[in-house]
């Protein structure tokens, strides 16, 4: 007990009044700063914070840094710069080493006044500027109706009062000023470098931190009540003034905040406790939301302190390398305290250990503390109840096994476990739905009353609901096979957060899957916090979400309302991104309003309602159009002569949140496929823009609904070539031209159809002499088929019959039946090799190897040779009847062939006599080749005929003798080289008569 109220009083310490907490960032020469040394510091009236320093002046929106200098801009004289000045109004100036003065505007500085330098002179401001015509008159003017300004003194303070009224400091005395008089001029006792306007008031702040008013009308000073913490030093110094009403001043290594109230009592605020260290702070100023704070430095660039609305605390006792800060289980412990299992207190301020018996043996993955302030947590497999204060136990079972999720409902408690599910009211069961299962993603990480009455469960193989009066578990229609990890019902919605999914919200309408945010890091959601001010909070594995829920509930009926996701991060104090999803429960709204959020390293702690909205909204303002590269006049209308212009348009807007809030796309108004997101530089692209009238827009989507600002009208001129007289034109021309290349295509396709004619007739021939070729091939094929089974065949099946019949019996010793078997064997063996060589003859023919080669041939000679290879034919007398000395020009080679053929044939068939006989006609030699045969039948004369003449007819079936030989073949085929002919006879006394006619004078092309 002892140990808790050594807690408390720790707690209670940690709330009295303390600095607020800030995040840190800084921007140096590496960031974009011209140079570090910063001088003035001052936000315009659309949101932008101007910078002075002594590399030139720079513009910083949030995101971007914009330097203007001498190099860059003609305006701007000298690069060092001073002070950066407010007037009255508002309107910003600046100053140079010269003490040119500047005004600046929306697109950059413009020159008011060209300095000129007066020896060492650096006169201050004090932050306001009473006029333009005031500067001059202090700074510029020789010739001025106050003489004493010529000698001026080293330094001067001005404190503005008016347009033509305000005071000046020296380190002796204080001059009133009015109209460019001097009025009264009053010694002072105090250091009046800390001198400063608020109100329409002067003031002095002294060493001893004592504050007075100065009267101009009376010269008198009045010391100022102040109440509160108050600063301390010997060099208290106001560091700047601005028309807010606002002044800071250094204290030692603290900045404060000085204000005078209503009542004319000075409060003073502790701003940062700590300044930044080893250098010299010369200027600070406030952002308009109050949200942050701008230091500007003498050598270390600009500090940029943002509000820490979060907090992430961490367990500084835990051990080393233990999981202390990753917790599993939260429970209120007080209004503004949580219990951490095994035995840990957390506030706002850190953590502290608590000593009790029985807690550390507890499961670190489940607790519940009901309304009597009583812990349920795991053991083993058990639930159980005990006292946190005592660590007693009160109730144990093991009705749903190791418990994982839990709800209160008036007087009873709902768990969900291992086991299953189960109802208790007074540590007695009244409801039990035994679900045992050992696979963990079956286990409920949930369990809330859904819309439906029912109880639903949340488990990684999707949504199940609990039908109270039938005991019947059912799947969700439209939530089965989700990883769903947690619940929030609202009205009639209910809201499903999932690991990888996204956000599910079921209605009445049935199943919505709501979209993701820009960086999609709403796909895993581990809890639902509702606020006051009608958001949902979604801790993440990336960042701290959260959303309007009527955003939500609009785009369940509108999908093209889309929600905005606002982001927090390490900017606001939540130093780790990734939130614990494995927290049962997943977050714990303490009775002081703060909630708390588990994160893999520390708890988050946050006050919902005090977290001002993320969404941007600052001014949308035209930076820069360019055409083709060219720059253009920054104003509200672009008129483009052209379609082919490439038109670049930067857009601005100053922003100060994480950098995944700004959300912002263009449309081009009268081009629906002109839209899309905004690049991170603020570049919109607009390319080959057709003729008419756009206008660009710019929405911001926001938490309060998107927001649209209109900024550039956009007139496209067609060219000339595009005028309605210059199109008419141009389609005669084209329609012209047209005609005359439809009349010259004509001409061409005739052309072609023509050479294509020719081509085809070409190849037609080419295919006709082809198919020409390939059936004599066939042709060839089936004669040599019939030739060699007659002319081959036959042959040797006699020579293999009478050799057969000669080995079957004995030849005896008889010579005559010997010489006949011999004779039938020659004469056999003759006929096969003529056969064979007239085979060989013929394939010459074909393959047309065979060439005419004519020479004066002795004919009586030629056919005396061709005889006498037939002189040994038994029974047969052959006679040469061509006249000796007859000359013939032919081939002699084919002419011998043609003749062998036919007295071979002639010997075969022959009565007992074969005569060759020639004669002389005029136009032709004639060979006569007869013999008294039986003759030709008439299908083989008729066969022969159609030899001669190129010709093959069926003539239905063929004996052997009607068939024509080889011979027949060759002498047909041979003939036509010699372009001879041949006919056919039959002598008077019967037999064959065949005659061979040879032109006299061949053509010479044939020699």
């Known amino acids: 007990m002892r140990a808790l109220v050594l807690w408390s009083l720790v707690v209670c310490c940690a709330h009295l009044r303390a600095p607020a907490q800030w995040t840190l960032a800084r921007h140096v020469v590496d960031g974009g700063l011209p140079q570090n040394s910063i001088r003035g510091l001052a936000f315009d009236d659309l949101g932008q914070l101007w910078l002075t320093t002594e590399g030139g002046l720079v513009r ?562 035209l930076a820069a159009v360019s055409v083709n590269g060219i720059r253009q006049a920054v104003s509200g209308d672009l008129r483009l002569t052209g379609w082919d212009a490439h038109v670049e348009v930067t857009v601005a807007m100053p922003f100060w949140g994480e950098p995944e809030e700004l959300q912002w796309r263009y449309r081009l108004i009268g081009l629906p496929r002109a839209q899309g997101p905004i690049a991170d530089d603020g570049t919109v692209v607009l390319e080959r823009l057709p003729s008419g009238d756009f206008d660009l827009e710019v929405e911001v989507a926001g938490g309060s609904g998107p927001r649209t600002v209109r900024l550039l009208h956009i007139e496209v001129v067609p060219p000339l070539y595009a005028r309605w007289w210059a199109v008419l034109a141009i389609a005669l021309l084209l329609t012209m031209a047209v005609v005359l290349l439809v009349r010259f295509r004509i001409r061409q396709l005739e052309r072609n159809r023509q050479l294509l004619e020719a081509i085809v007739e070409e190849r037609t021939d080419d295919l006709r002499r082809t198919n020409a070729a390939l059936q004599r091939e066939v042709q060839v094929k089936d004669r040599l088929v019939s030739i060699l089974s007659h002319d081959i065949v036959s042959p040797l099946r006699f020579i293999a019959q009478v050799a057969g019949r000669s080995t079957r019996g004995p030849l005896g010793h008889d010579t005559e039946e010997l010489r006949g078997v011999l004779h039938d064997i020659h004469s056999s063996s003759d006929k096969l090799y003529v056969n064979a060589r007239n085979i060989l003859s013929w394939i010459k023919h074909q393959d047309g190897r065979i060439a005419v080669v004519r020479e004066e041939v002795d004919l009586h000679e030629l056919v005396g040779a061709v005889l006498g290879q037939f002189q040994r034919a038994d029974g047969v007398r052959i006679t040469n009847a061509v006249p000796a000395g007859t000359m013939v020009r032919t081939d002699p080679r084919i002419l011998s062939i043609i003749l062998q053929n036919l007295v071979a044939n002639a010997v075969v068939h022959a009565g007992g006599e074969v005569h060759v006989g020639s004669q002389a006609l005029p136009e032709a030699w004639t060979v006569t080749v007869t013999d008294n045969g039986p003759g030709m039948s008439a299908k083989a004369r008729a066969m022969f005929e159609e030899r001669l003449q190129g010709e093959a007819k069926r003539h239905g079936e063929r004996t052997t003798t009607d068939r024509p030989g080889l011979g027949h073949v060759i002498v047909a085929d041979l003939l036509r080289l010699l372009d001879g002919s041949l006919l056919l006879g039959t002598p008077p006394g019967g037999g064959t008569e065949i005659e061979i006619r040879l032109p006299r004078h061949p053509d010479a092309s044939e020699n």
């Open 60 to 621: 910083y929106d949030g995101r971007n840094l914009q330097a203007f200098s001498s190099l860059s801009d003609s305006v701007i004289l000298d690069d060092r710069l001073g002070d950066m000045l407010a007037d009255i109004d508002g309107a910003l100036y600046f100053v140079d080493a010269s003490r040119s003065l500047y005004r600046v505007g929306a697109d950059g500085p413009e020159r008011v006044v060209e300095g000129r330098v007066f020896g060492s002179q650096r006169g201050r401001s004090g932050g306001l500027l009473p006029s333009v015509e005031a500067y001059t008159l202090i700074h510029h003017d020789k010739e001025a109706k106050r003489p004493d300004l010529k000698v001026h003194d080293h330094a001067v303070q001005v404190i503005a009062l008016g347009k033509d009224r305000w005071v000046e400091l020296t380190p002796k005395l204080m001059r009133a000023i009015v109209d460019g008089h001097v009025v009264r001029t009053q010694p002072m006792d105090v250091n009046p470098l800390n001198g400063f306007a608020l109100k329409g008031h002067a003031y002095v702040l002294g060493k001893d931190g004592r504050i007075e008013r100065y009267d101009p009308r009376t010269g008198a000073f009045l010391e100022m009540a102040r109440t509160g913490p108050w600063p301390k030093g010997e060099a208290l110094r106001v560091v700047w003034n601005v028309p807010s009403g606002e002044v800071y001043v250094l204290s030692n290594e603290e900045l404060w905040s000085l204000r005078i109230d209503d009542h004319g009592i000075a409060r003073a605020e502790l701003i940062l406790g700590a300044l930044p260290e080893g250098t010299r702070v010369n200027v600070v100023v406030r952002s308009p939301d109050g949200e942050r704070l701008f230091l500007g430095t003498g050598t270390k660039g600009l500090y940029i302190y943002a509000r820490a609305r979060f907090s992430t605390v961490r367990n500084s006792s835990a051990p080393p390398n233990s999981v202390a800060n990753s917790f599993y289980a939260l429970a209120p412990w007080d209004d503004s305290t949580v219990f951490c299992p095994p035995g840990w207190l957390a506030s706002s301020a850190g953590f502290g250990s608590v000593q009790l018996s029985g807690m550390r043996s507890a499961d670190r993955h489940f607790l519940h503390m009901d309304r009597r302030r009583r812990a349920w947590l795991g053991s083993s497999s058990r639930l159980q109840v005990m006292d946190p204060l005592t660590g007693a136990l009160l109730w144990s079972d093991t009705v749903v096994g190791s418990p994982s999720a839990s709800v209160e409902q008036g007087d009873t408690v709902w768990v969900a476990g291992r086991q299953g599910l189960a109802a208790i009211v007074n540590d007695r069961v009244v409801r039990h739905l035994r679900r045992p299962t050992s696979e963990y993603r079956k286990v409920p990480t949930d369990i809330a009353f859904g819309p439906d009455g029912r109880l639903w469960l949340a488990t990684g193989e999707g949504v199940y609901a609990w039908h109270l009066g039938t005991d019947q578990v059912e799947p969700v229609p439209g939530l089965q096979r989700i990883y769903a990890r947690t619940f929030h019902r609202s009205g009639a919605h209910m809201f499903i957060g999932t690991y990888g999914q996204g956000v599910f919200v079921a209605g009445k309408a049935g199943v919505v899957r709501l979209p993701l945010d820009r960086a999609k890091a709403t796909l895993h959601v581990h809890a639902f916090v509702p606020d006051a001010n009608g958001n949902l909070w979604l801790p993440t594995n990336s960042g701290l979400y959260r959303v309007r829920e009527e955003q939500v509930v609009r785009y369940l009926s509108d999908p093209k309302a889309m929600p905005y996701f606002g982001q927090h991060g390490p900017s606001e104090g939540i130093a780790v991104r990734e939130f614990n999803g494995g927290c049962s429960p997943s977050f714990l709204r303490l009775a002081n309003g703060q909630v708390v959020l588990p994160t893999i390293d520390g708890l988050v702690w946050f006050r919902p309602e005090e977290v001002p909205d993320p969404s941007p909204t600052g001014a949308v303002r």
